[in-house]
Structure formats: C-alpha cells, structure tokens
C-alpha cells in the first residue's frame, strides 16, 4: 500500500490568481495521477505525471491551464493557474506503487478542496 | 475508448435488505474492474478488484463479459454501508483509472 498526502487540504482563492498543489507519498511509486472531482461528478483523469518527463495530458487540459512537477518518484505538484469559479473542485494525486501491471490497485490522497471567488 | 456507466444516483435500501449496485462498462479489450467506496469524510478508497475475485465486507462483484457488467452485490445490507460508491475500469494500456458516475447507497435502519 502506500500512503499519500496532499497539502492544503482545502483553499479559497481568488479569480485569476494560482494555487499550487502538493502530493507527498510515503513511498517510491511508478505512476502518479492526478484527478478533479466537480461538484456532485465523479472523478476526472487531468494528466499522468511522468518522473523525469513532461506530464501525458487527457484531453480538454492543457499544460498552460495545470501545469505538473514530477521532480522524484515521491512527490509531484499541480498548478492550477489564473484561476476561474469553474475551477472550484477536489483535486486527488493518485499512485500506483507497484509494477504498473492493470489491475494493481491505485491508491487515493485525501484531495485538496478548492474554492474560487 | 473506455466507459463506464453507473445508472442509479441513489440507491436507498432498509438494514438487511440485499443491495446490487449497477456497473456497465464499454471496452473492446480485456479490462480490469474496480469498485471504489467514499465514506463520509474519509478518502476514496479500494473495495475490491475483479482480478482478485474476493468478498469484502461481505461485498462481491462479478464480471460478466457478455453483458459487459460488473454489479456489486451484498446479500444484507448494514447501516454502515452507507457511502458514495465508484466503478471503476482500467486497461493494460490505460492504467489511469476510468470512473462512472458513482451511486449514493443509503442504508435505513
């Protein structure tokens, strides 16, 4: 298993500025996620942040718009930038700590609730 | 490309009565499914995989894939149920997780 955190875990910001997102996890880990849960949806694949390379992005986002870190295989960062009120949402890190295989059971953070005005 | 499609917002059912949560999913390949529960105020975390082909918390879930479905069932359910739950797909080649649109289950007393 692995144990993941998230910083902050909530924020409310204002319109057109930028919050940067922290995902810690206790242990090295192949594959990390990142996901947006709007209100009362389910979640969304944003990107698969890649050690060592830029970010695989799904479609409808964009780098500009969530910019990703991925410095070593225990932490990455999400930017969310110029920020609307449709950004409002939970944004999760996800891990996969094991070989990657389909079927391996990926583990959730805590999410980051963001707020925007 | 993958989908899944969870067709109940909100499953209500009373303590002891047996619950099936639906899951369809559409997917040429051969998929892995997962079922996914949120307690309140707790993080998402794993119920069970398809792959595993075990019983947690009294919960199963088969895959059928001539009906491309994987239904979670439990023959009793306890009030403690009660949660968000999520099914969940990924592939050999996608191995980001695809949900569906998750099901409120209410468990009365």
């Known amino acids: 298993s692995a144990v993941i955190s998230q910083k902050p875990s909530r924020d409310i910001c204002q319109r057109g500025t930028s919050l940067t997102i922290q995902c810690q996890v206790d242990s090295q880990v192949t594959m990390m996620f990142w996901y947006r849960q709007q209100p009362g949806q389910s979640l969304t694949l944003i990107a698969t942040a890649n050690q060592g390379s830029e970010a695989t992005y799904e479609s409808g986002f964009v780098i500009d718009k969530f910019p990703i870190s991925r410095p070593n295989l225990t932490f990455s960062t999400l930017t969310v930038s110029n920020m609307s009120p449709e950004d409002s949402s939970i944004y999760l890190c996800?891990?996969?700590?094991?070989?990657?295989?389909?079927?391996?059971?990926?583990?959730f953070g805590p999410g980051t609730r963001l707020t925007v005005l | 490309a993958q989908r899944v499609t969870q067709p109940e917002k909100l499953l209500s059912v009373f303590k002891g009565a047996p619950v099936e949560l639906k899951c369809n999913y559409s997917?040429?390949?051969?998929?892995?499914l997962f079922w996914y529960v949120q307690y309140s105020r707790q993080r998402l975390q794993l119920l069970l995989r398809?792959?595993s082909r075990e019983s947690i918390k009294g919960f199963t879930a088969d895959l059928n894939k001539g009906e491309t479905s994987f239904h979670l069932k439990k023959p009793f359910a306890q009030e403690e149920d009660s949660a968000m739950y999520y099914c969940a797909l990924s592939t050999t080649g996608r191995r980001a997780l695809t949900f569906g649109s998750g099901t409120r289950l209410q468990v009365q007393p």
């Open positions: 996800s891990v996969d700590p094991t070989s990657g295989r389909a079927g391996d059971t990926q583990y």
């Open positions: 997917y040429s390949g051969s998929p892995e």
């Open positions: 398809h792959i």
